[in-house]
């Protein structure tokens, strides 16, 4: 398909953010980190696996109608998220991974940090509330 319409992308936003069934609702998602960015979904990248390295819970707002026309829908994490304290220097962090699970599961999302973030033992790495944001075109 070419596209979606408006109902479908709003629809699903809502489904991610957990506002209502579509046709199953996921109980969760979880945020992850990437040393080695996706380039499509066939070309997974490789995520964090270093000792004090978890994926965080993250939690969606209801989506909004975006500008340039509504011609987009998003919805950002409304919880604050703390990775770490890391055990040991990671490997450097250049993207983010929106996934079904805790571990392993299915991943929904993805997509590159503005810059990339080292994370040295000890440190944290911290996304702010509203700052982790899906879009829907």
Known sequence: MAGKTRFYTDEFLHWVANSYY??????????????????????????????????????????????????????????????????????????IGIWNAATAGTLYYWDNLSSPKTVNAGDYLYFPANSVTVYEV
């Open 22 to 95: 579509l046709p199953v609702q996921v109980p969760t998602t979880y945020i992850g980190l990437f040393s080695t960015a996706p380039v499509s979904d066939d070309a997974a990248g490789v995520e964090l696996s270093s000792s004090g390295y978890t994926r965080q819970l993250i939690t969606f707002s209801s989506p909004f109608a975006g500008g340039l026309g509504n011609d987009y829908s998003y919805t950002s994490n409304s919880n604050e998220i703390f990775f770490g304290p890391a055990a040991v220097n990671w490997p450097q962090v250049v993207a």
